[in-house]
């Protein structure tokens, strides 16, 4: 299992312990991602205030799972070219 798998795998299983449906994890991912490319350097009371403008109510990112979904978008090289302020590709 490569690092990316991993992370990723570590990730689901922490959202899930926190209480998320399976079906719904991929989603909850998509919306951290769309949270962290918009500011790179939130904390994870921001990552929360921006998941709830999403429609994310009923679960709240801690520091870790914030920093796992960090390391896991990195890993997938999804992250923001600072360079260019360019997002990549999802």
Wanted: charged letters at 20%.
């Amino acid at each position: 299992m490569n690092s990316i798998s991993k992370f990723r795998q570590i990730l689901v299983d922490r959202l899930a312990a926190k209480g998320l449906e399976k079906d719904t994890i991929p989603s909850f991912i998509r919306s951290m991602r769309i949270c962290f490319a918009t500011n790179p350097k939130m904390n994870h009371l921001k990552a929360n205030r921006q998941l709830q403008f999403l429609g994310w109510y009923d679960i709240e990112v801690d520091y870790h799972t914030l920093q796992l979904s960090i390391a896991c978008f990195e890993a997938e090289g999804i992250i923001i070219s600072l360079s260019t302020g360019a997002l990549p590709v999802c």
